[in-house]
């Protein structure tokens, strides 16, 4: 079956950066597009940035230049780079395929 775990967030200070990182599981990963979203208490899930599996990214303008989407095929893992972490970042983190989310990672900037 499908999974994905999502790993890598925790408390940083503004400022500062956090890598994410997803493991999937149960499809084929090489062939796949995958997303970040973010979502914060009483509102909806915010895409943030997915790469598609020619490796072209695409961001959204509130984290353009400081987040960035990768992936490694042959660890079936999909990052995601945060840099110049702000306060308004803080949110629970979620990497997706094909509406498929994992329990997802805490992220808390301060």
């Known amino acids: 079956h499908v999974q994905l775990v999502e790993s890598g967030g925790g408390s940083v200070q503004a400022g500062g950066s956090l890598t994410l990182s997803c493991t999937a599981s149960g499809f084929s990963f090489g062939e796949a597009d995958m997303a970040w979203y973010r979502q914060t208490p009483g509102n909806d899930c915010e895409l943030l940035s997915y790469?598609?599996?020619?490796?072209?990214?695409h961001s959204v303008d509130s984290v353009k230049g400081r987040f960035t989407i990768s992936l490694d095929n042959a660890k079936k893992t999909v990052y995601l780079q945060m840099n110049s972490l702000k306060t308004e970042d803080t949110a629970m983190y979620y990497c997706?395929?094909?509406?498929?989310r994992g329990q997802g990672t805490q992220v808390t900037v301060s």
């Open positions: 997706d395929w094909n509406g498929v």
């Open positions: 790469i598609n599996s020619d490796g072209s990214t």
